[in-house]
């Protein structure tokens, strides 16, 4: 998600879908904001999902 902040879209989102293949709780926003305890403002950023 670092990658997103940084303005890198394709390859932040390449590795959101890498990280949702390997895990399927990524896509539960307050797991990842709570339980991976991501800062604010990556948690908040939704990837679209194919």
Known sequence: MATFVNEKVSEAESNWVAA????????????????????????IVKISQP
């Open 20 to 43: 949702v293949g390997l895990d399927s709780r990524y896509p539960d926003l307050e797991w990842v904001a709570n339980t991976r305890r991501w800062p604010p403002e990556m948690s």
